[in-house]
């Protein structure tokens, strides 16, 4: 069971159901709320997403360990699970039936909410975490937008499907109102940061696995530009995710006004992202640059609890 749990990567399944949990109600409710709307999505109907987002995702840690199995001998050889407990065939047998339970009920929100990119959507993830383990992972920069633009997504689909079951009930004026442009904008908002600081991470986990990833034909953004290059690069999107951060903190009336905002921004994370560009400079090692990633997604899960002070703001 821990060897199966390691596999689907069950802390970050957590980290999902975390995120989707929070910009529903957290964020989207309380926005509605505050404009006079009910929730129309039930909260069983809501449960399916976050089933359907976790299913696929775990379906995606699955197949890439499975096409990954050459490298994870070189890079973590004592972390492998395929291979070592569970045989190829049981781990290929996993991602089918997690795939087709992720469509499945993802299918059946497309019907209810009468979306039919939805159904394309859910339709093609499969097929796009299948393509990114075998050629997009390979490809360097590619695979880390893929990645961290699927994170993102994850946050986006929420209100989607809120705002879609809410125009069935109250027409397509729900769509042009207020109560929709800010939550569209908030939850873009939180869904650009968990985008940029997946997209460091992607590319500090690149550094952590070069050795690996060389041997195994990767071209990865470190194997093709170098690793100092990369931490330029690193520094670059960190810097401006924090320039982004204070801009919106300085633009929006509601976060600057907040003694508690200003305070966790600085405290929980800016000052953790100055501290990485420190640990960024000295690190020179996969199990450094290991405790870089993993402090980036410490930072990452900072930002989507800011989730929750955000939705007390309205």
Not at 210 to 228: F, H, S
Request: contains cysteine; positive net charge; proline residues 3%.
């Amino acid at each position: 069971m821990i060897s199966l749990l390691r596999l689907v990567r069950f802390p970050n399944l957590i980290i999902i159901v975390l995120l989707q949990s929070l910009v529903r109600y957290g964020l989207i409710i309380p926005i509605l709320n505050h404009y006079g709307y009910d929730p129309v999505l039930s909260h069983f109907r809501f449960g399916l997403l976050v089933l359907a987002t976790v299913c696929l995702a775990a379906s995606g840690y699955v197949i890439n360990d499975y096409f990954d199995i050459r490298i994870d001998r070189i890079n973590r050889p004592h972390k492998m699970v395929i291979d070592n407990g569970l045989k190829r065939r049981e781990a290929m047998f996993l991602h089918v039936i997690l795939s087709f339970l992720g469509v499945f009920i993802g299918l059946f929100l497309s019907y209810v909410a009468r979306k039919e990119t939805w159904a394309l959507m859910f339709l093609a993830m499969p097929l796009i975490l299948w393509y990114y383990s075998t050629t997009f992972k390979k490809q360097g920069f590619i695979g880390n937008i893929v990645v961290s633009g699927l994170t993102a997504l994850v946050a986006i689909v929420v209100v989607s499907l809120e705002f879609a079951m809410l125009e069935r009930v109250h027409g397509s004026a729900v769509i042009n109102s207020e109560a929709c442009s800010t939550a569209w904008f908030w939850t873009l908002g939180f869904a650009f940061f968990a985008f940029a600081t997946t997209l460091i991470r992607e590319v500090v986990k690149d550094m952590e696995d070069m050795y690996g990833d060389e041997k195994g034909g990767c071209r990865t953004l470190p194997i093709e530009i170098g690793i100092n290059y990369a931490k330029i690069f690193v520094l670059i999107l960190t810097g401006g995710t924090l320039l982004s951060l204070w801009g919106l903190y300085f633009y929006i009336d509601i976060l600057n006004s907040s003694d508690v905002t200003l305070w966790y921004l600085v405290g929980l994370i800016t000052l953790p992202f100055l501290w990485s560009l420190y640990l960024l400079y000295k690190s020179d090692s996969p199990k450094a640059y290991h405790r870089l990633s993993t402090l980036y997604k410490i930072i990452m899960l900072m930002g989507i609890m800011f989730i929750a002070i955000g939705g007390y703001l309205f």
